[in-house]
Structure formats: structure tokens, C-alpha cells
């Protein structure tokens, strides 16, 4: 971190600390009587730089001091503060240089500064306490408080720079960090007792006798330094060993849970990334919470089978037995030895701010703060994946839901920060996903025996496993459809959709055999540009798809360009194709294919796969062809080609109920007089021959948006859609004049039909269309009625 982007309270302090390192050389200085060049010190000062990156650890803590206090606290004691300042502030040079930038230049003048005070406060509180003329046991006294005031004031001015940098509380930090840290400091002042005794007796020469000491003590400490690294090592194996087996076993769970199938991986991208967020920098500490959000759900393992698959809610007794999992996960994850605590946070994981969750109803700061993490991570993918008793979410909905637990269910603070940085959460989910999937992109299926080894890797055993349920399960819900009353388009998304858990695609085609000609026509597409195969019809024979119907045996990994090479997909460039055939009665129903972007890209398993799902969804398909056939016989009236009475009420149900006023249009009614009469004198032959061209005269006038019902055996109900009242007149009088035009020859000469018309419009005649054709089939009837007095009257003239 750059000088400019401290915080200003902390460039003042070490403005502040450099004016007190400066202030305390001065008054040395002030009182030095000259220099004396001495072997001595020139000789101390040496081994003082020499050791000054020589940091000596004591045995099974973590106390550390430097081999150069001792030397420093020998000078000031043979020579007086000011030699004893200059070397330390060398000394401390030396030991910053490799840890300073130019960007971090301040680091010198802070290290150098709280040296100069340290060892001022030092000198000045011995030279203070010692006697003109001490004896031996008058040393104690100076000696230790020399030694604690250097420890004192060196660790309380590197503690108030870190708290004011962290904002953590000052005595806190520095009861935690440095107060065991004293330690070193009189060790180091029990060997410059001794190097001060031997210089007292023997001069230099204890220099010599000592330096040989001091390279033992130094050696023996790095020996047993690498003893520690090694033991730790070892631990740590055992430790990766145990958490590893953990690890895949939690994840083993959450790939057999269907209800929270990818659950654990995606809470523990998210928590991880949050903790980033929230400051958490430790890289000890992010590796534990990781781990403890993989294995969060571990203790699943001990909630039977039928609750954790169970395809709904639970009932109160099961959920009481669903509250035990996060006290066994505990419990299991207690063996894990970790600098973090993985099962505190497992077991309040499902701890509630307010202190209604459970298993131990703790209630705000009482709950652990990286648990807290790890409850909004959990629910938010919980509300984002599907339940068997829900859909899954939109993320609108389920920040509604953080937001509606903030401070009920959950930290505030740590809502407010997962909703804030929601989309660098979701990208790092993305990401991690994508790699997961590229990990175990290949994994076969439970059907290939050689498909699992010793060797595996927990993503590996996950993918296996999540394999099989998926497997399992797509099989039975295929299974399911035969029983089902499903549609044709139904029963073929529905297959699509599940296989694509399973055997990656970029686009999938159903195709069906078209019985008037030797063509599969697509009855189903799932692709990126759907359009583009909208038109499409491949022949029997022809690429692929033709060739698999023809013959009745699948394909796979054949070039797609056999039978798209014709069709204008912009986007997309296919490399690999598999093709599967649905047969009954060993004739071809249609055929399944699904097209890659990547060469050579499918395996046996998939095609063995999708040749047991054909066949299965095959008695489905031909009973929905069956149904779609006979209903359309029911719909569709055999001699005219109109829509019946029962294909009229449903338009009306799908188009014409709770219209909106503005959307207008009218219903025409028309009566085909004499009817009756041509049957009974011509025969119903002749009689369906004028039907017949009524209804073609009537169909020849129609716009495209209009549409015509065979309402009984002699009328017709026309709806034109968005024609007003005005309109539909002009409608009627083509209708009439279309009418007129025709002659159809009888045994004994020409029939000239005639018609009777009446209509209403919405929405001023009526709103419902029943109240339409009451109004006019009032007024056919008197259209009927004046037609007639129209005709006696011209009998009358005539008579």
C-alpha cells in the first residue's frame, strides 16, 4: 500500500514517530564528549548487523527475537546510548531493505524512528537506575528495566500502526500479538549479560569465545526448525487426507440429493468470495471456511434416504429429523485438527439473527460471524434452485426475501454486502461451475463399468455419482410419461429437457414421420435459432436423420453437413452429430438427433442412453398421435373443412371470453334454407353436393383472419375478428352475393340456394358470445321473416 492510500491517521503517527526518533538522537548528541575509535565496539556493531536478519524461534511456541538485541543491549551497556542508536538504526536498514519498495518508502523511516526511541528509552531508564558504582546484585533492577522499556516501547509503536490501519482495538491487538513476544527480549538479555561479563573479564576475547556460541544456538534453531516444518508437514498430509475424505464424502451427499443437486459447491464459491469481500484476508482463514462450506451438509449422512428425496414439503416430524444434521456434522468434523473453527460454523450454520433457529437458538452476535456467512449464501441458493414443490426463483424474488430476513433471519450487515456485490458472487459462480463441468464434462455413464478407478478425484466421484441420480431419475420420469396424457410437443420437450442433464448439445431435433410421403418433418427444437429449421424437411435416406429412419439403427459422430448443409444458420457451425430412431411396430415413428459444436464429440454411453429413452417415451408418443388424430377428426368437419360446434367453443373459450372492449368484432349467423327439402326430394347426396358449395361460396369471401364453424347440420357461424359493424355489412353482402352466383345441378334441373344472415358485434350488442348469437339469430330470424313476406308478395303480383 502506497503512502497516499494509508489512512491519514496513520501518516501522522509515522510523521510523529520520525520527529520522536529524530528528537531522541539529539540530546545523545548533545551530550557526547567526542569518540574514542574502539576495536571493541567496531567488533559488536559487526556482529550486530551480521545477526540482524537472524531470527531464532523458541521450541514449540511462537515467540521469535532477533540475535542482534543481545549485541544492541551489550553496546549500551559498555558504550552509552548514542553508539547503541547508530547501530540499531543500521541494523534496522538492513533488516527493512528487503521488505521495501520504493511505493512503501515509509517503512524505513518507521522501522528506523521506533528503533531510535526503543533503544533511547532503553539507555536512558539503565543509565538512570544504575549506581556510580554498582555491585552485582545492583544490576537486576537497570538490566530488566532496560529490557522492558525497549520491549514496551518497540511493540506498542508497531501496535498503534496496525490498529490504526485495521481499527482493531489497540490493547486487544497487542495482548494477542505481542505480548508473548517479551520473551525474546530477556532471552536476548540473558546473552548480553554474558557477552558483557566475558568483554568485563577476558576484553575482546569474549567476543571470540562467543561468536562460536552464538553460530551453535543459531544452527541448532534452524535443525530444529526443519524437525517442526517436517512434523508439521506430516501432520498437514494427514490432516489434506482427512479433510479430502471428508471432502468427497460431503460431496457424495450432495450429488445423491436431488433437491440440492450442485448446492454445496455454489454455497462455497459464494461464502468465499463474500469473506474476500467482507475483509477476510487470512489465507488460513478462507481455506477453512471453504472447507467448511463444502462440508456443511455432511451431516445429511445421517437423515434417511426417503426424507432427503423426499418430493415435497416435510412434515413437522421430518423436519424435526432434518435439525439433527448440523450437530452430527459437528460432531464428525471435531476429529478435523484446523487454525479454524470448521465445526462451530457447521453447527450454527442454521442459527437465525433473531434467535429462532436452531439447533441451539442463538441470537445475534452469539452466532458465530463466518456461520452467518455461510446462512445467506445457503438460502440464497436454495430460493435460486428448484424444489420438487417450487420453481426456482428469479433473483428479484429471492433478494425480496433477504432483504424481508434482514435482521430477522440474518446479519444485516452481511445482507446488505451479499445483495451489493450479488453480481461478482454470481460471476465467481458462474466460473467455478464452468470448471467443475469441464472437469467432469466426460464422465460416462453408470452403465460403463470402466468408467470409475482407485484413482478418481472427488469432483470425479461427485460427477459419478450425481451421474447415476440424474440417470436414475430421467429414466424414471420417462418411464412416467407412458401413463400420462401428454401431447406430442409435451412429451417431446420433456424428453429434450432431460436429456440435456445428461448428454450436452448445441441443438436437439424431434422429428416425425409424415405418413402421406417419406419425410421426417420436425415436430421439436431446441436451439439457439429455432427458425432456422422451422421449414426444414429431411427425406427418407437423406444425412443423417434420413438415414437413421430408413434403416432403423442410430448414428453418431457423423458430419451434420449431410443434411444441414442446405439451411442458413448464422450462428452455429455443427461438427458432430448422434441420431437415434423411434420405431413401433418396426416401422419408423420419427427419430431423435442432437447436433454438436465439437468433433467427434459423442460417446457410446450417450448413444446407448438416448436409444433407451426413444424407446421408452415410443408407446407415450403413440398414444398422444393416436389422441391428436381422433381429435382432430372430432374438430374438424369431414365435408366442409370447417371447425365443428365443439372446435367453435373452444376458439370461444381461447379468443372470444373476457375480451377487452376495444378488441372488436362480429359474429355473423347463416342459415341454409330448404335444406331439408333438397334432401327429401334429391337424396342426401345431392344435399351434401350444396352444402359443399355453400361453403366454399362462404370460405372464397373470407379474410385470412376470419373463421367459419359448421354450427349444425344447415348453419354456419362466422367470427370476423376486428371488424366493426360497418365492416362486417360489407362481409355479409359478399357472403349474399357469393351465394347468389351459384347453380347446382339436381336430377330434374338447377338448385339456386338461398341464405338467411344475421350478426351482432361486440361489444355493442353483446359482451359474451352466447348474447352475440342470441342477437343475431333475432336477427336472421327476421331477415328469414322479411324474405319471406318479400317472396308472397311477388306470388300475389303475380297471381
Known amino acids: 500500500m502506497g503512502w497516499k492510500e494509508l489512512p491519514r491517521a496513520l501518516q501522522l503517527y509515522i510523521a510523529f514517530l520520525t520527529f520522536a526518533g529524530i528528537a531522541a538522537v539529539v540530546g545523545p548528541i548533545s551530550d557526547f564528549q567526542g569518540f574514542t575509535f574502539s576495536v571493541a565496539l567496531l567488533v559488536y556493531a559487526t556482529m550486530a548487523v551480521l545477526t540482524s536478519r537472524f531470527n531464532v524461534k523458541i521450541p514449540y511456541t511462537e515467540v521469535h527475537f532477533s540475535m542482534d538485541t543481545a549485541f544492541i543491549y551489550g553496546i549500551i551497556m559498555l558504550f552509552g546510548a548514542l553508539p547503541a542508536m547508530a547501530v540499531d538504526a543500521f541494523c534496522k536498514f538492513i533488516g527493512t531493505y528487503p521488505h521495501a519498495s520504493r511505493r512503501v518508502w515509509y517503512k524505513y523511516p518507521f522501522n528506523i524512528a521506533s528503533g531510535l526511541v526503543s533503544v533511547f528509552a532503553a539507555a536512558y531508564v539503565y543509565q538512570f537506575l544504575l549506581p556510580p558504582e554498582p555491585h552485582f546484585h545492583q544490576y537486576i533492577l537497570p538490566l530488566l528495566a532496560m529490557t522492558l522499556s525497549y520491549f514496551l516501547v518497540n511493540s506498542w509503536s508497531v501496535a498503534i500502526a496496525i ?43 569474549g567476543v571470540l569465545v562467543s561468536a562460536p556460541i552464538l553460530l551453535l544456538v543459531y544452527f541448532s534453531q534452524r535443525v530444529q526448525e526443519k524437525r517442526e516444518e517436517e512434523q508439521k508437514e506430516h501432520i498437514d498430509e494427514l490432516e489434506m487426507m482427512h479433510m479430502s475424505t471428508l471432502e468427497t464424502l460431503s460431496l457424495a451427499i450432495d450429488a445423491k440429493d436431488q433437491t440440492t443437486h450442485g448446492h454445496v459447491h455454489r454455497v462455497t464459491v459464494y461464502v468465499t468470495k463474500l469473506a474476500e469481500i467482507m475483509g477476510v484476508e487470512d489465507p488460513k482463514v478462507l481455506k477453512g471456511l471453504r472447507f467448511a462450506a463444502l462440508v456443511h451438509d455432511i451431516g445429511k449422512i445421517a437423515i434417511p434416504d426417503m426424507i432427503l428425496s423426499k418430493p415435497g414439503r416435510f412434515t413437522k416430524e421430518e423436519f424435526d429429523r432434518m435439525k439433527i444434521h448440523p450437530i452430527v456434522g459437528a460432531q464428525i468434523l471435531k476429529a478435523v485438527s484446523f487454525d479454524f473453527p470448521i465445526a462451530d460454523v457447521v453447527l450454527s450454520h442454521h442459527e437465525r439473527w433473531d434467535g429462532s433457529g436452531y439447533p441451539h437458538q442463538l441470537k445475534g452476535e452469539q452466532i458465530d460471524r463466518h456461520s452467518r456467512m455461510l446462512a445467506v449464501c445457503d438460502v440464497y441458493d436454495a430460493l435460486r434452485s428448484d424444489r420438487p414443490y417450487r420453481s426456482a426463483m428469479n433473483k428479484d424474488k429471492a ?41 467432469t464434462f466426460s464422465t460416462p455413464s453408470s452403465t460403463d463399468p470402466y468408467a470409475f478407478n482407485a484413482e478418481s478425484n472427488a469432483w470425479q466421484l461427485y460427477s459419478h455419482i450425481s451421474y447415476s441420480q440424474l440417470e436414475m431419475h430421467l429414466l424414471y420420469d420417462v418411464a412416467q410419461m407412458v401413463s400420462k396424457s401428454m401431447s406430442v410437443e409435451d412429451i417431446c420437450a420433456s424428453l429434450v429437457t432431460g436429456v440435456a442433464k445428461l448428454i450436452p448439445y448445441n441443438t436437439a431435433v424431434v422429428f ?43 448414428m453418431r459422430n457423423v458430419s451434420p453437413d449431410l443434411e444441414l448443409g442446405d439451411l442458413e444458420i448464422s450462428d452455429q457451425t455443427y461438427l458432430s452429430a448422434l441420431s437415434v430412431p423411434i420405431v413401433f411396430d418396426e416401422k419408423p415413428l420419427g427419430v431423435v438427433t442432437l447436433y454438436s459444436e465439437k468433433a467427434d464429440f459423442y460417446q457410446d454411453n450417450h448413444q446407448d442412453l438416448l436409444v433407451r429413452l426413444a424407446n421408452m ?25 370447417f371447425g365443428t360446434l365443439r372446435a367453435m367453443r373452444q376458439f370461444f373459450g381461447q379468443n372470444l371470453i373476457n375480451r377487452e372492449p376495444d378488441k372488436t368484432y362480429t359474429l355473423c349467423l347463416a342459415d341454409l334454407r330448404e335444406l331439408k327439402k333438397i334432401n327429401a326430394k334429391h337424396g342426401h347426396e345431392f344435399g351434401d353436393r350444396v352444402l359443399l358449395e355453400v361453403s366454399r361460396g362462404i370460405e372464397s369471401v373470407l379474410r385470412p383472419e376470419d373463421r367459419c364453424f359448421r354450427y349444425g347440420g344447415d348453419e354456419f357461424v362466422i367470427i370476423a375478428d376486428g371488424a366493426s359493424r360497418r365492416a362486417a355489412q360489407v362481409l355479409i353482402d359478399r357472403i349474399q352475393t357469393a351465394i347468389q352466383r351459384l347453380s347446382i345441378k339436381v336430377p330434374d334441373g338447377l338448385v339456386q340456394p338461398t341464405i338467411s344472415l344475421g350478426w351482432a358485434s361486440f361489444p355493442e350488442d353483446g359482451i359474451t358470445p352466447e348474447e352475440l348469437l342470441r342477437v343475431a339469430d333475432g336477427h336472421m330470424y327476421k331477415n328469414r321473416l322479411a324474405v319471406h313476406k318479400q317472396a308472397s308478395s311477388e306470388r300475389k303480383a303475380e297471381g
Open 512 to 554: 416425425l414421420a409424415s405418413k402421406l410421403e417419406r419425410k421426417l418433418q420436425p415436430v421439436y427444437i431446441e436451439s439457439r435459432s429455432p427458425q432456422s429449421f422451422r421449414e426444414w424437411s429431411v427425406g427418407f435416406g437423406d444425412g443423417v436423420s434420413g438415414w437413421v429412419a430408413q434403416n432403423g439403427r442410430p
Open 163 to 205: 490498529s490504526i490501519q485495521t481499527k482493531l482495538n489497540l490493547i486487544k491487538l497487542w495482548i494477542d500479538n505481542f505480548f508473548w513476544t517479551g520473551i525474546g527480549f530477556f532471552v536476548s538479555l540473558s546473552i548480553s549479560i554474558l557477552l558483557y561479563m566475558l568483554h568485563s573479564a577476558v576484553g575482546m576475547l
Open 399 to 439: 433478494i425480496s426475501i433477504l432483504q424481508e430476513e434482514r435482521g430477522k433471519g440474518f446479519d444485516p450487515e452481511i445482507v446488505d454486502a451479499f445483495i451489493e456485490n450479488l453480481p461478482l458472487l454470481e460471476d465467481a459462480v458462474t466460473e467455478e461451475t464452468r470448471r467443475i463441468e469441464e472437469l
Open 617 to 641: 417415451i415410443t408407446p407415450a408418443l403413440v398414444n398422444a398421435l393416436k389422441y391428436a388424430d381422433s381429435f382432430e377428426d372430432e374438430i374438424i368437419d369431414e365435408l366442409t373443412g
